[in-house]
């Protein structure tokens, strides 16, 4: 059976999510889950074809070991309904409140990757009273809502144009290991990517990037860093040594300068989906923080 399709896929419709101008209703939505205990909620990260299985089929098994484990298919992405919306990230924030809420979870802990991690952290800190512990995975996003740019740094994402190269030509840039990237799950991403309604979302949430930077309504609502410095739910940080697209230096390492007091983790050689290109290592310092936290 493939990997990506090994673990207990469910639905369930999440009544209300709002999008960047207007509300919408019955969100059809997928993930998958493995495991038994106190919850993990998994976020994936923003690229064409993301959705929970294939972000993290290396990061499940090992943390089902010790909780139930969720890995939803965010709004727009995955299995889950690409409603007629403008997309905002905190369309993608609402959803996973309005998944949780539908499940009834109590407490959660949350961990995301990228974008996933932008999404997991803002949701913890509009709903501070429901998680737990957060783990944050290489994201330039998170790092650019806390006034941290790549300044030039980072090598520039190909435009996914709908064709399978240049899927692939993304994730050949988000993980560094060749060997990580096998055709089963390029070919998994490109499935995703071609459902009607896929590459509209993907621009949506192009255009609502750009007014982050030039709407000051959208910008503030967006900005995050104040929020960061002072939240006080535990929570980590894991960066790769060689990410490309968020790189360590400038991003990561302002992070660190910038919250002291959370636990930073440099994981030798990993690119920008650490989880996938060191999954031993990330799996390890996962489990060490959400076993004490």
Known sequence: MSLYKSFQSNWVVVPQVRSLF???????????????????????????????????AQTIPALAKHFKVYA??????????IPLVDFSLQTLVEHVAGFI?????????????????YVAAKYTLDNPGRVKSLAIISTGNLA???????????????RFDGTRETLEAFLRLIV????????????????IASRPGHKEMFQ???????????????RQAWYVRERMMALTIPY???????????????QGLAMK?????????????????????????????????????
């Open 176 to 191: 560094n290991d060749p060997a990580r990237l096998p055709e089963e799950l390029i070919d998994a991403r490109f499935a």
């Open 236 to 250: 980590c940080m894991i960066w790769g040594e060689k990410d490309r697209t968020a790189p360590l230096d400038p």
């Open 204 to 218: 949506s949430i192009g255009r609502y990037r750009k007014l982050t930077q030039e709407d000051p309504s959208i």
């Open 72 to 81: 939803i298919d965010l709004i727009g992405n995955g299995d889950t309904d």
């Open 101 to 117: 809420d539908t499940l009834k979870l109590p407490k959660v802990r949350i961990m995301g990757n990228s974008q996933g991690a």
């Open 257 to 293: 300068e910038l919250l002291p007091h959370v636990p930073f983790h440099v994981v030798k050689d990993a690119g920008h989906q650490v989880h996938n290109d060191k999954p031993d290592e990330c799996n390890k310092l996962l489990l060490e923080h959400f076993l004490k936290h």
């Open 22 to 56: 207007e509300t919408v209703y019955g969100v059809r939505t997928h993930y998958v889950t493995a495991g038994e205990g106190e919850p993990v909620i998994l976020i994936h990260g923003g690229g064409p074809g993301a959705s929970g299985a294939t972000a993290w």
């Open 144 to 158: 650019s809502a806390c006034g941290f740019e790549s300044k030039g740094k980072a090598v520039q994402l190909p």
